[in-house]
Structures are given as structure tokens and as C-alpha cells.
């Protein structure tokens, strides 16, 4: 039997995204990461409603040369102490690459459905970007999208918008079986 799983994108939905001019970027230290609030909790109601929690992050700085994947594993470690995290799957590559697994293209998605046995149609993505819901979107699930308002594009076709993790786990419960409304 195939699991269900809700992928979730890092900067944003779960920690703290840093905003300068109106764009989002991933914290550089421990220092800087902040868990969102809320976060654990949510999590830990998907985690006991049966859903897999897989990270699924783009961190083209690696191959910007502006960060290590020590660095990036640093922040992993710290995120997988505080979290019921099941899996972090990172992409390192930048546009240029043209690599599957780089956001917006599904290839995190669909390499932790084969070697998970995950259902990607009763699973959801979580994601503060166009790219992650477009990912989400090629991969098969449902999409949730937190707007924050950025200063780029919006998302083409989420399935639901939210304004947190914690609507969006409500709405991800209702839809499992669960009755909870979005407050």
C-alpha cells in the first residue's frame, strides 16, 4: 500500500525565509534559522494523521559558490533535532544545470514517491513559490500555497491559497478525512 506524504519547501514554510527587497532567501547560518511559529505543532498533527514529512529544498548556493552542502547539512541537523521530519531532499544545482530535480521541475518529488512508495495523487506540496507549487503541480499532487506577497510571480494554478502552514494543514486534514475549518 502506498503512503501518503505532504513535501514541504524549507525557506518559508518551515523556517523563516530572510526578505530583502521583496525576495526571499534561506537564512546562512544557525544563527539565522528560525523555526516558524507554529510549525512544530502542525507538523506534528500531520505526523500523527499518517502523512510522510519530506523536505523537499532548492539551495542553488551551493553552486553559486556561496555556500557549502556542510552549511546547508548544519541547518538540516538542526531542523531534524527540533522537527518530526521524515526526509530532507535538496537540490543543489542552479537553472543553468537544467537538472531534474531543481524546482520547478517534479524530480525530488517523484525520486522520494519511488523509493518511499508514496501515492503523489493523495499526497500535497507546501510551498511559499511559484516553484514549488509548479513542481508540486507536475508531479501530480495538491498544491498549497502560502502568499506571502512576494515582489515575483505568482503561482499559476495551486490548488488552495493559505496564509500559514497552520491553514494549511488544516485544509490538509479536511480534505483526509478529517473536519476542520480554516480559520
Request: proline share 6%; hydrophobic share 40%; net charge negative.
Amino acid at each position: 500500500m502506498r503512503q501518503r506524504a505532504v513535501f514541504l519547501d524549507r525557506d518559508g514554510v518551515i523556517n523563516r525565509a530572510l526578505v530583502r527587497d521583496g525576495k526571499p532567501y534561506p537564512p546562512g547560518s544557525l544563527d539565522e534559522l528560525e523555526i516558524l511559529p507554529g510549525v512544530p505543532e502542525a507538523l506534528a498533527r500531520l505526523h500523527d494523521a499518517g502523512f510522510r514529512l519530506i523536505v523537499a529544498t532548492n539551495q542553488p548556493d551551493v553552486a553559486r559558490g556561496l555556500r557549502d552542502k556542510e552549511q546547508i547539512d548544519v541547518l538540516h541537523q538542526a531542523l531534524f533535532a527540533q522537527l518530526p521530519l521524515d526526509e530532507i531532499r535538496v537540490c543543489y544545482h542552479d537553472d543553468s544545470d537544467n537538472c531534474q530535480c531543481r524546482k520547478p521541475k517534479p524530480g525530488l518529488l517523484l525520486d522520494a514517491a519511488k523509493s518511499l512508495e508514496i501515492n503523489l495523487h493523495e499526497s500535497f506540496m507546501i510551498g511559499d513559490r511559484w516553484r514549488d507549487i509548479d513542481a508540486g503541480n507536475h508531479a501530480g499532487c495538491m498544491t498549497v500555497f502560502i502568499d506571502y506577497d512576494y515582489a515575483e510571480r505568482k503561482p499559476q494554478a495551486p490548488t488552495v491559497c493559505v496564509d500559514s502552514l497552520a491553514q494549511a494543514v488544516e485544509w490538509i486534514l479536511a480534505r483526509g478525512g478529517e473536519t476542520h475549518e480554516i480559520h
